[in-house]
């Protein structure tokens, strides 16, 4: 009896300390999981923040909040609340985390891409209005403003007058030649920029478009090297009323500096118009200035009947959709110049009177 005893009190012994063992590891795997928990919710919170635009310093305010709904809610987990880091620097370290992590995302299943589309970023202000079409109608409506100031600047002067304000301009022959070239430059820089828009545009019609306004530059320029204002309307008008007197030739410069800087902005079409006329006019292109890695494809193409009715059908932007995939090379060629671009021109950035 004696000997079992010590035999039982060492068994007891064993078994509290396993029990003290287990409350531990128990306690350990609480705190491990709260703590995963709350770094988990200062992620989601964090991205909540970024993606709403807000301060990185609400982390802070919300973490009070949330800290006040426990102490209502559920006393007993204010610690666990308690335990979210919120700090403006933590929110800065976990919305740099995220971007990191799904820059290396993109990079990676990027990586197989045969094609990238490019897209604009058609950010928000504080109200929520696009930005970028706000831009947008803001610059097409500028050749409607200047024309409208333009119709009304004896009225505009007279309400100045009024106003004691100085009219000196108003009475300024040169500044008012410079303003009536400025109207319908800029009605033809907004036409353009017009036919450049829409959802349906393929960078082809963009490409034709562009080199039809750079022809009708050089025109212009000879133009109004011999006076001729033709599709300058408003200062044509000006200019007879001022008599022989007037002369726009000086105007000719600055079509001159508009049609550099358009060769300098579209430099890159002039190196892709080989593929752009294989784009568009596949059926009718010459073998011969066709790619030789294509050569075979583009045959095989325009000898099918059906392919050309479908060309013929949907379209240039609409073709490739119908492409075997066992015409590789064309259909690579094809999601390459497909993607749809908007290009937004700034007569500021063009031309300077």
């Given at each position: 009896m004696s000997s079992s005893k010590p035999s039982l009190m060492r068994q007891e012994k064993l078994k509290e300390f396993k029990l003290g063992m287990k409350k531990q590891q128990f306690m350990f795997t609480k705190v491990s999981q709260e703590s995963e928990a709350a770094v988990h919710a200062?992620?989601?919170?964090?991205?909540?923040?970024?993606?709403?635009?807000?301060?990185?310093?609400?982390?802070?305010?919300?973490?009070?909040?949330?800290?006040?709904?426990?102490?209502?809610?559920?006393p007993g987990s204010v610690k666990t609340f308690q335990a979210i880091s919120l700090s403006r620097n933590t929110v800065v370290e976990r919305v740099t985390d995220m971007a990191r992590n799904l820059n290396d995302q993109i990079k990676e299943k990027s990586s197989?891409?045969?094609?990238?589309?490019?897209?604009?970023?058609?950010?928000?202000?504080?109200?929520?209005?696009?930005?970028l079409a706000d831009t947008?109608?803001?610059?097409?409506?500028?050749?409607?403003?200047?024309?409208?100031?333009?119709?009304?600047?004896v009225e505009i002067c007279q309400f100045l007058i009024t106003k004691n304000q100085d009219i000196t301009l108003f009475s300024d022959q040169v500044w008012l030649q410079d303003f009536s070239f400025m109207v319908d430059i800029t009605k033809h820089l907004s036409d353009l920029n017009l036919k450049l828009q829409g959802k349906d545009q393929i960078i082809t019609n963009m490409c034709d478009q562009v080199n039809a306004f750079k022809c009708k530059?050089?025109?212009?320029?000879?133009?109004?090297?011999?006076?001729d204002l033709m599709h300058f309307p408003t200062c044509n008008m000006y200019k007879s009323s001022l008599g022989e007197t007037a002369s726009c030739q000086k105007y000719a410069?600055?079509?001159?500096?508009?049609?550099?800087?358009?060769?300098?902005?579209?430099?890159d079409f002039k190196s892709l118009e080989g593929k752009f006329t294989l784009f568009?006019?596949?059926?009718?292109i010459n073998i011969e200035s066709v790619p030789n890695h294509m050569q075979m494809e583009v045959i095989d193409i325009q000898c099918d009947s059906d392919l050309k009715a479908k060309f013929i059908e949907v379209g240039v932007s609409e073709f490739c959709k119908y492409l075997?995939?066992?015409?590789?090379?064309?259909?690579?060629?094809?999601?390459k110049l497909c993607p749809c671009l908007e290009v937004l021109i700034g007569a500021s950035s063009y031309f300077h009177l």
């Open positions: 200062s992620y989601v919170l964090s991205e909540m923040i970024a993606k709403h635009s807000k301060p990185f310093t609400e982390g802070d305010f919300i973490k009070e909040c949330l800290i006040k709904a426990a102490e209502i809610v559920c197989c891409f045969e094609a990238f589309s490019i897209a604009c970023d058609e950010s928000t202000d504080i109200g929520g209005v696009a930005q947008e109608v803001r610059w097409l409506s500028c050749s409607k403003v200047l024309k409208q100031f333009w119709d009304l600047k530059l050089v025109l212009w320029e000879k133009q109004l090297k011999n006076e410069e600055k079509i001159l500096s508009l049609t550099n800087e358009f060769e300098t902005r579209f430099s568009s006019s596949i059926f009718s075997p995939a066992r015409f590789e090379n064309t259909r690579k060629l094809a999601y």
